[in-house]
């Protein structure tokens, strides 16, 4: 499955912004998707997750300013990011991987947010 994010920009803190993570080629239907992020001069870190069954997992620091969530077509997930802060700016990526294993199989080309305090 390809991958492409869109809804990154520049947003001050305290604001709101949707990324999207397309699947292209085939749906999401057999494949775990998740968010990770890089700021610069870090390791990329997980974010969120959602399951094909719609259970989600969340990074601690996301402290429920985040909902992942996934369109009913399953060719579409979401990251809906509420109450940004600077420490948020960092490159944005979806990952998927097949439900049968715990290998990310496809990344995006990632979607740049930064917050501006």
């Known amino acids: 499955v390809q991958l492409v994010e869109s809804g990154g920009g520049l947003v001050q803190s305290g604001g709101s912004l949707r990324l999207s993570c397309a699947a292209s080629?085939?749906?999401?239907?057999?494949?775990?998707v998740s968010w990770y992020r890089q700021a610069p001069g870090k390791q990329r870190e997980f974010v969120a997750t959602i399951t094909r069954s719609g259970g989600t997992n969340y990074a601690n620091f996301v402290k429920g300013r985040f909902t992942i969530s996934r369109d009913k077509a399953e060719t579409m997930v979401y990251l809906q990011m509420n109450t940004l802060e600077p420490d948020d700016t960092a490159v944005y990526y979806c990952?998927?991987?097949?439900?049968?294993?715990?290998?990310?199989?496809?990344w995006g080309q990632g979607t740049q947010v930064t917050v501006s305090s």
């Open positions: 990952g998927a991987r097949p439900f049968y294993s715990a290998d990310i199989v496809s």
């Open positions: 080629g085939r749906s999401f239907s057999s494949y775990v």
